[in-house]
């Protein structure tokens, strides 16, 4: 089941590039999961909308270190139970075509085979909003699937919010936002799980490095002060570029 591939198979940046301690917190597992999903609308004539609107056609992963480095990946297709036509708009958003979901694996078959890559040692899960979890919790609970990732000792944890309020946001930012706003290029496919989920964890390795955190408050705190109109929204490397044009010159010794 499923396309596991190690870090080899997609660019990564080295862990060494971190300081030894860059990114860990007090109480995370040395192994997290960022997961993605991306889903496919029901049909009405199967399944009323209000009881399931949408399926999961395919799970991405990524498994990080502690310093929530990438390791490696996991991707899978799965098959819906309630339509059997991938929607013309969801097809034109991921790519995912009717073929690659009409010879994929029930979404029970699924999970179990994300479970078995991700290991029984202990991980913490992440994901870009709540809306992934959502989506399981409603479609197993519907299907009447058991998951370890509903286990209620499996944390998941917001990074969308996490990220908003590093960056003192009052809205949420899209993925591709996100990363624009941090100084990175999204790799690979936008709405692909798999990259999704690897562009994601890039991006918290990123966040959680010590040299974001104080570059971002330093060019924060000089923009907020001088030029707090054209501010909001700049990338972190153009807020300090600005942050350093505003800075005043030092006095000729006299």
Not at 114 to 128: K, T, V
Not at 219 to 231: F, G, T
Request: negative net charge.
């Amino acid at each position: 089941y499923g396309d596991h591939r190690d870090l080899h198979s997609f660019p990564t940046r080295r862990s060494s590039d971190l300081t030894e301690n860059c990114g860990k917190r007090k109480g995370v597992l040395q192994m997290s999961i960022f997961i993605d999903l991306e889903m496919n609308t029901t049909d009405t004539r199967l399944v009323r909308r209000k009881k399931l609107k949408n399926e999961v056609i395919e799970i991405g992963a990524v498994r990080m270190d502690d310093a929530f480095h990438p390791l490696d990946r996991f991707r899978i297709f799965v098959r819906p139970q309630y339509n059997g036509v991938i929607e013309r708009k969801i097809y034109k958003l991921t790519g995912i075509s009717n073929g690659a979901v009409s010879d994929a694996v029930s979404l029970p078959e699924a999970l179990d085979a994300l479970e078995a890559w991700c290991g029984s040692d202990g991980y913490e899960i992440y994901a870009w909003s709540t809306s992934d979890l959502c989506q399981l919790r409603k479609e197993c609970g519907f299907k009447g699937i058991d998951s370890v990732f509903l286990d209620e000792m499996v944390q998941w944890h917001d990074f969308q919010e996490d990220f908003r309020q590093m960056l003192g946001e009052k809205n949420i930012l899209s993925l591709s936002n996100a990363m624009h706003r941090a100084g990175l290029e999204p790799e690979g496919s936008l709405h692909d799980a798999s990259w999704d989920a690897y562009n994601s964890a890039r991006l918290m390795e990123t966040a959680y490095s010590e040299d974001f955190a104080v570059d971002l408050a330093n060019a924060q705190d000089a923009c907020y002060q001088e030029a707090p109109k054209i501010q909001g929204g700049l990338p972190l490397d153009m807020m300090m570029k600005l942050a350093a044009l505003l800075q005043p010159e030092p006095c000729a010794a006299v």
